[in-house]
């Protein structure tokens, strides 16, 4: 049972991997615990909203500011302009799975659940931003019993940024109000058309954008959309909601359904455990059953100390727990100084040189790839960057593998 790659974790990292992987013809074998991290993401690539380098200030081109990260920060580790390719990259790679990206090159300001501003590289292509709000008239739809988007809180800061906002009730198609079951009711709506024609009746006169809970689907969503501006005649948004996320889960279908066509493995439900080392190599991995399968190239996308990539032990020692990888820290983490444990928690993770390879005692682990959430020296939450460092280094680490295996890029 011998594969190209194995992929360690279903992170959007690890997916990203596999994908490139396989369009160089490898064969990819792909572990997961569960569900990955982007069923947390709002929606959109957010590539560096915030520079620590500048009191944390919101940056306005986010490529041409990574040259003001430390050099350790995984985007300066990797080669000038692969973070750029890797992203052009997915953003088409992403369009012919019917998942779509704006982007200009600068970020916008996506709405969150709370009415706050994200910087965000690119957006969908429904997603709700400051910028399409600009000027426009908008009703904001509150679903009978649904409890995953804070319409009021909502409402209120989209007013205090200057925005005209009415919130107009409308009951769900169905009797189900939890974000997954109310997505899949609407994949299943019989008759969008006086779904759509029913709300609009509900809608005060001159309203020219109506903004959705991002639950609308999540296989039918753009048809769902393109019938709701139609019938509405407005233009139709979405607003990411409370986790878990639909259009993150609406992302994973997509890459998941790709790989399969593409004949990946998937071991779903399956933790790996740590495995041998030979001479700087780990050839095989294996499975909490015992079950050993070998490789050529391990990439290790197991999402930190968010998914359990990272764990804390009782002394506050971080350990990486897929193959047991050297980890970084700055100190051990002790409950008593909460903001100085929480620095050093974010910037924990396993160090690696330029081809994202690690380290394990006094070996450079050199078929063994680390990527995305489990690497050190970065804080997607204060930069705001998780999904763009984690393209980045996925795409870098497909790169690397395959020049390992011999075939060069």
């Known amino acids: 049972m011998k594969s190209d790659a194995v992929i360690v974790g279903a992170e959007l990292d690890g997916l990203i991997a596999a ?29 560096l909203g915030y520079s620590p380098a500048a009191n944390e200030e919101t940056v306005s081109d986010p490529l041409q500011s990574l040259s003001l990260l430390h050099d350790q920060h995984p985007y ?10 890797a992203l052009n ?12 990206y704006r982007a200009n090159g600068l970020n916008s300001m996506a709405v969150s659940p709370a009415g706050l501003a994200l910087p965000t ?13 600009r000027g426009m008239n908008a009703a904001l739809i509150r679903f009978e019993a649904f409890r995953e988007l804070p319409v009021d809180l909502l409402a209120s800061e989209l007013a ?21 079951a109310l997505a899949k009711s609407f994949d299943n709506l019989a008759d969008p058309e006086g779904y759509f024609s029913e709300l609009k009746h509900s809608l005060p006169d001159g309203v020219e954008v109506v903004l959705f809970p991002a639950v609308l689907g999540l296989h039918e969503h753009d048809a769902l959309l393109a019938v709701a501006e139609q019938v509405l005649g407005a233009r139709c948004l979405e607003v990411a909601t409370l986790p878990p996320s639909v259009p993150g889960v609406r992302l994973t279908n997509a890459l998941e359904t790709h790989l399969l066509h593409h004949q990946a493995l998937f071991h779903t439900g399956a933790e790996v455990v740590p495995s041998e080392f030979k001479g700087g190599r780990c050839t095989r991995v294996v499975d909490q059953a015992g079950r050993a399968f070998e490789a050529s190239v391990i990439v290790v996308s197991t999402g930190g100390t968010l998914m359990g990539g990272l764990e804390v032990d009782s002394r506050g020692r971080v350990h990486e727990t ?11 983490l002790n409950a008593l100084s909460v903001d100085r444990s929480l620095d050093a928690l974010h910037e924990a993770g396993v ?3 330029a081809s994202l390879r690690p380290r394990l005692g006094s070996e450079s682990c050199e078929n063994i790839f680390v990527t995305g959430r ?27 593998a395959q020049s390992y295996l011999g075939g060069g890029s």
């Not at 792909?30 to 991290?37: E, L, N, R, T």
């Not at 300066?76 to 390719?85: A, D, F, N």
């Not at 897929?322 to 051990?332: C, F, I, M, S």
């Open 19 to 47: 994908m490139r992987l396989l369009e160089y013809g490898r064969t990819v074998r792909i572990f997961s615990a569960g569900s990955g991290s982007l069923h947390y993401s709002p929606g959109g690539i957010r590539v």
């Open 76 to 85: 300066r580790i990797l080669e000038r302009g692969k973070t750029q390719s």
């Open 89 to 100: 990259w997915f953003v088409e790679a992403t369009g012919k799975l019917d998942h779509h």
């Open 121 to 133: 590289y690119a957006t969908l292509a429904h997603q709700a931003t400051f910028e399409e709000l």
């Open 160 to 180: 205090r940024a200057g925005h005209e906002i009415v919130i107009v009730d409308h009951k769900t198609p169905g009797h189900f109000t939890e974000n997954m």
């Open 322 to 332: 897929a193959l047991g990888l050297d980890v970084y820290q700055t100190e051990p």
């Open 351 to 353: 160090e690696t040189d």
């Open 374 to 400: 489990t690497l050190a020296h970065w804080n997607p939450a204060q930069e705001c960057s998780a999904e763009g460092v984690c393209i980045a280094t996925g795409w870098a680490a497909a790169e690397a």
